[in-house]
């Protein structure tokens, strides 16, 4: 159980896309609006490669709320974890990658704390979450598996 005003927002998708490929794309937060409409540019903050501690900022919506993205556990292709902070909540969690058959499993488990004004909303805020990540990441899979998908990102 998780404490009060912490939303848990878990699920999956089947990507048929090599394991490599998808932990790749999504390690890299440069590469989310490609397939996030809400998340308008992203930056680097840290020097490459990509890996534990890396940090990103982004700018969500057509208001640009700044987000900052730290990874926070890196096992690649199978673990990524990230704590992301705006003025609104703080996200915390991992998502899982595993091989299966012609295709990844990716399986995301994060647990959302509202800040200020948003905690209002507490209740929305797990259903809303579920549904966001769900069109975000299925969004990612129809971009991996575009026949014209052969970047590595």
């Known amino acids: 159980m998780y404490p009060k005003g912490v939303a848990n927002v878990t699920g999956s998708v089947r ?3 090599p394991l490599d490929k998808v932990f790749d794309t ?7 609006p490609s397939f996030n409409a809400a998340m308008t540019e992203v930056e680097l903050l840290t020097p490459e ?3 534990l501690g890396t940090r990103f900022h982004a700018r969500m919506g057509r208001a640009g709320m700044d987000m900052f993205v730290e990874l926070t556990q ?3 292709p199978h673990r990524l974890g990230s704590l992301t902070t705006s003025a609104m909540m703080e996200t915390s969690g991992t998502l899982t990658f595993a091989s299966e058959e012609d295709a990844t499993l990716m399986v995301w488990d994060w647990q959302v704390r509202p800040k200020g004004w948003f905690r209002i909303l507490g209740p929305l805020v797990g259903p809303l979450g579920r549904r966001m990540e769900r069109k975000i990441w299925t969004a990612l899979k129809r971009k991996l598996e575009a026949p014209d998908s052969t970047d590595p990102a």
């Not at 999504?26 to 989310?32: K, L, T, Y």
Request: aromatic fraction near 6%; charge should be negative.
């Open 26 to 32: 999504v390690a890299d937060s440069r590469n989310e």
């Open 74 to 76: 890196f096992d690649p």
């Open 49 to 51: 490669p990509i890996g």
């Open 15 to 17: 990507i048929v896309a």
